[in-house]
């Protein structure tokens, strides 16, 4: 009998690939189990076997899987057909969600590497002329790639050779085929037993005397043990002050007996409590209606304005499913995982709670992804949007907090999946219950409510009944006119701050954009610096005195003068955090201020080391770009000032409008937390603006209702369904001529619905490419499937066009 797999690579492929199998591989695998096989010309995958047939009809020629690698599935059941969904709903394949969903750890690249086995000795004759060349060449050369192997035998099909070294297990096929995971171990240190007794050990101590390094570790090992546990030889080093040299020579001299043992990365030492708080009236009556909702088999809006306690509520939701051996998701933006969160839950939750993180480790995210998929204990799984891709059993509840962040959908690559939309098809296919949480809802999922799609639960005060904060608007037209600015501070912005300061208390300062200034301008000639691979200007950075391009990156010097006339009369235009940095040294020299952007948080800690600044009172302000707007709980700020509100809502986008009033209100919720109630200022040039009034009035149903009329006119979500094709191409005319041969073949369809474009969008070009535009606009009317159907059958002819073969082309369902 012939065998044959349906094998997931980790590639753009449309359909699944085939390969033949031996009977006994055919027994043995099981669908979710990884597979090495070849692709292409030399190359091997990790592929994940989907299903083994006896028969098979295909077009290309059938190769053999060459091993199988797991003995177990490492994906759950259902698993695949998720995928299959994000793969057909977001228009990409099943091998772009599995690279998206597989630690990197798990998955082989095509750049296969191979190593000599060290443990091994490979004896002469029994090894056969070419894998003698092979083993030869790997005395010399540590490591080879497959492309090497070919060129030493000079042959192509090299495949059979390295899998006869592999069976002699004379070679690995670099590491990461089987598993780069690595445990993680700790060193720990103990007295030798010979020191037991105390009689002894003080004539050690005696000895010792000329050594105080080593006796003063000795004793603190000592007081340390006191409770008979371990004690870290890391620790020991703190504790007793001491470096590493001296344990390891009190080690050598078999004082100190040093072991390695295992830990896992997951099971860090928490302070723990078991006590929940008591819930308030509103909390319970929250609790309640969520959970008759769920009875009801419904999805749940939690809308609660910020500090309404929304927390607490997902605490005793987890609580219970937990308590009834069910695991939970809870997704968060990747930037609100903060571990002012993570230690809330673990206080409660302990070692059940697991972090998934795009800032751990490859080996940190594999150990989750063991965790979760041998489920021994129910766990709470913590993350940012991918670990929704998780291999999940008895997923009892999935929330969704501060689910309006525009950065739960996934921009580049593909899939561009949306994760609060993809949580909710989650929960139907595991049956679990979904909770979505935001203080300041997005408009489709509030429009949801109103249809009855989903359920609304709302939180209308804060948590101890603190007022929300009062906020207030300042005419910066008329401040200027007065000269009442100094700088990009108002008078009443700077008197409320010093004000702030007595007190004793901390400020906010918001203003969405980084770097010193946006723009740099000759006052003579106007030529203002441009990326030369982007169509944007390049940012002034003056800290680093740099001028950088926030799209690819590139930066250059400051230039002295400007460089197309050489004038020295050159001016910046616009300002960024970097400018109120310095601006507010000069304003206030005795007050300390932290910044918190991209700029400053990109090492795995930084963010952490701000929160900790500031919620520790080291410093007295904080001035930052919407990463202020997610999610921070910190006690001692009472006032917030937005340097310049109008920014966000001159933006070409439909959003723009929504995402300011999100923005504005998320910031404005980190003043006055715990008990006073705070003062956020709003300085602008529109103070009339309607969105500005709607944001100090707390009016969320209002801008609703007006967002909502305008989408409904302009035809947008969630009158609509949008999908964008993007061309790029280096060539502005062939990425244009791309754009319009794809709108005119999508229109000779009869398929009645809007083909917007192709257009250039503001940014044009990045990195060299050019970015052209189509945009698909589908009614209630339409069936998203068959119009889905439409545009894949003409990227399928656009693919095949010469002309057009270096052009990239990207789908983005329900794009933002
Ligand atoms: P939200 O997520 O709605 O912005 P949080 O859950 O962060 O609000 O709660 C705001 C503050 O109120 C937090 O400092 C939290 O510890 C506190 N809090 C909320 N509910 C309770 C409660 N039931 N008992 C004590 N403190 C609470
Ligand atoms: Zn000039
Ligand atoms: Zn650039």
């Known amino acids: 009998m012939a065998y044959f797999l349906d094998v997931i690579l980790p590639l753009p492929l449309e359909r699944y690939f085939s390969y033949s199998l031996s009977d006994a591989d055919a027994q043995a695998i099981k669908s979710g189990m990884r597979v090495a096989v070849p692709f292409g010309k030399s190359k091997l995958y990790t592929g994940i076997a989907v299903g083994v047939r006896e028969n098979i009809e295909v077009a290309y020629e059938i190769k053999d899987i060459e091993f199988v690698i797991d003995q177990e599935p490492i994906l759950q059941e259902g698993q695949i057909r998720f995928w299959e969904w994000i793969a057909s709903y977001y228009m990409c394949s099943v091998g772009q969600v599995m690279k998206a969903a597989l630690p990197k750890s798990l998955l082989l690249e095509s750049e296969t590497i191979i190593l000599r086995n060290e443990e091994t000795t490979a004896v002469d004759d029994e090894l056969t002329d070419s894998e003698f060349l092979i083993i030869e060449a790997l005395e010399n050369r540590k490591a080879l790639k497959v492309e090497d192997v070919m060129g030493i035998l000079d042959r192509k099909t090299v495949l059979p050779i390295l899998k006869g070294l592999l069976e002699k297990d004379l070679v690995f096929i670099q590491e990461e085929l089987y598993n780069t995971y690595k445990a993680k ?10 020191y037991a007794d105390e009689e002894v050990l003080r004539e050690l101590l005696d000895s010792l005397t000329r050594a105080p390094k080593q006796r003063q570790a000795i004793m603190t090992l000592f007081m340390m043990r006191a409770g008979n546990r371990l004690v870290k030889s890391k620790d020991l080093e703190t504790r ?31 302070e723990s409590g078991n006590e929940l708080y008591v819930l308030n009236d509103s909390q319970e009556k929250a609790l309640a209606e969520i959970k008759t909702s769920f009875e009801n088999d419904k999805t749940v809006l939690l809308h609660g304005v910020t500090s309404s306690g929304k927390t607490e509520i997902y605490v005793r939701l987890i609580q219970e499913m937990l308590e009834q051996g069910k695991q939970c998701l809870y997704l968060l933006p990747e930037i609100a995982l903060t571990t002012q969160l993570i230690s809330r839950l673990q206080y409660f939750f302990k070692h059940q709670v697991l972090v998934f993180h795009s800032k751990y480790s490859l ?33 009892g509840l999935v929330i969704v907090d501060e689910e309006h962040e525009t950065s739960f959908k996934q921009f580049d690559p593909a899939p561009r999946y949306h994760a609060r939309d993809t949580a909710i098809v989650l929960g139907k296919l595991k049956n679990s219950k979904v909770l979505l949480g935001s203080a300041t809802p997005a408009l489709e999922t509030y429009y949801n409510t109103t249809i009855g799609k989903f359920d609304l639960v709302e939180l209308k005060h804060r948590y101890g009944n603190v007022l929300m904060p009062e906020i207030n608007m300042i005419d910066i037209k008329e401040k200027h006119r007065k000269k009442r600015m100094t700088h990009h501070f108002s008078d009443s912005l700077i008197d409320h701050m010093n004000h702030a300061f007595d007190q004793g208390d901390q400020v906010i300062l918001f203003q969405n954009r980084r770097g010193f200034a946006p723009i740099m301008e000759c006052n003579t000639c106007g030529h203002a610096p441009q990326c030369p691979n982007c169509d944007v200007s390049l940012t002034v950075h003056q800290h680093r005195y740099q001028m950088r391009c926030h799209y690819c990156g590139y930066h250059t010097i400051i230039p002295l003068a400007c460089m197309a006339c050489s004038s020295s009369d050159v001016d910046t235009k616009g300002f960024g955090t970097e400018q109120i940095e310095v601006e507010f040294k000069e304003l206030f020299p005795s007050r300390k201020i932290a910044r918190m952007d991209l ?37 001692h700020v009472s006032l917030v000032g937005v340097l310049n509100a109008d920014a966000m809502l001159n933006f070409p986008d439909f959003r723009a409008h929504e995402r300011c009033f999100q923005l504005l209100t998320q910031v404005a919720g980190r003043a006055g937390r715990t008990e006073k109630r705070g003062l ?24 609703f209702t007006e967002q909502l009329e305008d989408r409904y006119q302009f035809k947008y979500p969630p009158y609509q369904r949008l999908i964008r094709i993007t061309f790029k191409h280096r060539d502005y005319n062939t990425t244009l001529q791309a754009g319009q041969w794809f709108v005119n073949a999508l229109n000779q369809i009869e398929h009645g619905v809007e083909v917007l474009g192709p257009e250039f969008p503001p940014v044009s070009r990045i990195r060299n490419l050019y970015h052209v ?7 209630k009317k339409h069936h998203p499937e068959t119009i889905k159907g439409f545009i894949s059958k003409v990227r399928r002819s656009f693919e095949s066009i010469k002309q057009f073969r270096a052009v990239r082309c990207n789908i983005d369902v329900d794009c933002y």
């Open 363 to 395: 080996n940190e995210r594999q150990e989750v992804w063991s965790l979760v998929l041998e489920a021994k204990e129910p766990y709470v799984v913590i993350g940012a949007r991918s670990a929704l891709l998780l291999p999940f059993r008895n997923l």
């Open 240 to 270: 007793a002050g001491v470096s590493r040299a001296v344990i390891k020579s009190l080690v050598e001299k078999s004082i100190l007996l040093e072991t390695e043992q295992e830990v896992s990365r997951m099971l860090m030492d928490v």
């Open 680 to 703: 956020v200022l709003l300085q602008s040039y529109n103070p009339d603006h309607r969105i500005l009034q709607q944001v100090s009035t707390y009016d969320y149903s209002t801008m």
């Open 185 to 194: 171990t700790e060193k720990y240190i103990q007295l030798s037993q010979e």
């Open 773 to 779: 535009h189509a945009l698909v606009k589908m009614g």
């Open 599 to 635: 700029d400053t948080t990109r090492g795995k800690y930084s963010y952490e080391k701000l929160i900790d600044q500031v919620e520790s009172r080291e410093v007295d302000c904080l001035v930052g770009t919407q990463m202020l707007t997610k999610g921070l709980d910190f006690r």
